[in-house]
């Protein structure tokens, strides 16, 4: 998310950037997130740091009170893109989802990021990383999202040497909060 706020700033966008963890300390790339953007909301599960909930939560307190955004981009967990795409539906906001988490290879050939678009059938490696939020087969998406679950272990495993409980990709989804669409 930080390359795209830094660029969309570049180029005079107003960017406000709310990111999320369970807790302060996880979260990550905050003074370089908070350089590039105009607001900057931090969102913790356990209020140790800024809003206490939820990304889409706060997302939706800003809508509510009248934020006069244009377009919203999430970038994080399924769950949390979901839950970010229902909260601005009503609002009837543009809102891009970064699909990036089920790429595989990233050329295409091994079909492992295919998703349903708008009933359409998309790779998410070149045909995005980002989509249309409110057309994304969200269902489709979290299974795709799981299906190298047990792989990504493994190779975390074998690259520590030390046992993982959680899929390698978790390791980068501070930006957007584990478990922020709940």
Do not use: N, W
């Amino acid at each position: 998310v930080y390359p795209l706020a830094r660029e969309l700033r570049r180029r005079g966008v107003r960017v406000t950037s709310i990111v999320g963890a369970r807790t302060a300390e996880l979260l990550i790339v905050q003074e370089l997130l908070a350089g590039v953007s105009d607001a900057y909301e931090p969102c913790t599960d356990d209020g140790s740091l800024g809003f206490h909930g939820f990304t889409a939560a706060r997302l939706e307190e800003l809508l509510a009170g009248g934020a006069a955004f244009t377009c919203c981009f999430a970038v994080g967990p399924m769950p949390m893109m979901r839950a970010v795409a229902e909260t601005t539906r009503p609002y009837g906001l543009p809102t891009f989802v970064s699909l990036d988490p089920i790429m595989l290879d990233g050329t295409g050939m091994c079909g492992a990021c295919r998703i349903s678009v708008g009933g359409e059938t998309k790779f998410a490696c070149v045909d995005g990383p980002f989509f249309d939020a409110h057309l994304v087969d969200y269902a489709e998406a979290v299974v795709r999202s799981k299906m190298y679950v047990d792989e990504e272990r493994a190779a975390v495993a074998g690259a520590t040497g030390v046992g993982s409980t959680e899929p390698a990709r978790s390791a980068a989804v501070g930006l957007a909060g584990r478990g922020a669409g709940r």
